[in-house]
């Protein structure tokens, strides 16, 4: 049984975790929504070549911060889900622990993919524009909400 202090000591690393799984996941999910909305916009005023030159300068600092983020909330997410989640009744998972564990797969899937690419250089098999994580990150975000209902 959790002594006072060990609770309080729990209850302040879960939120500290907690928010740390908040902002890497808005860097992560801010960036591709700053691609999918405005950078693919690019063309629409750039010639070809400006396009290329224009988005690569910002995709070299986009390398050195995003890949981190989505690891950080992979690992993030992995701590929350094991705090979090609860026994699972003889009568088999509730809806939370449903939901979650649909957001967790596909969290841990575009963690997955971030980890293949950024350390071994392997690329997406399939899907390997970002319209595919974008998709996946507003429908992991309506479900950490619906969960919760
Ligand atoms: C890139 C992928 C991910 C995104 C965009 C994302 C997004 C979010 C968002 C928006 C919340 C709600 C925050 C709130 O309302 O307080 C959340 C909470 C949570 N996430 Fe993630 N997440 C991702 C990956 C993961 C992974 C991989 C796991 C587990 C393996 C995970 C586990 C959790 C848990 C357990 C919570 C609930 C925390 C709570 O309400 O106390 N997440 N996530």
Known sequence: MLKF???KELAIAYTL?????IFSVFIY??????DILFLSKMSQTLNEKETVKAKE???I????VVPYALMVAVASGLFLLFKIFGEIAPEGMNSFQVLLSIKAFLGLWLGFRGINQKFFGINPWIFKKHIFPFILVVIIILLSQLMYI
Request: no cysteine; proline share 0%; aromatic share 14%.
């Open 17 to 21: 975790i907690h928010t740390i799984h």
């Open 57 to 59: 300068a910002i995709m």
């Open 5 to 7: 202090y060990q609770k």
């Open 61 to 64: 600092h986009v390398r050195k």
């Open 29 to 34: 999910g801010g960036f591709l929504f700053v």
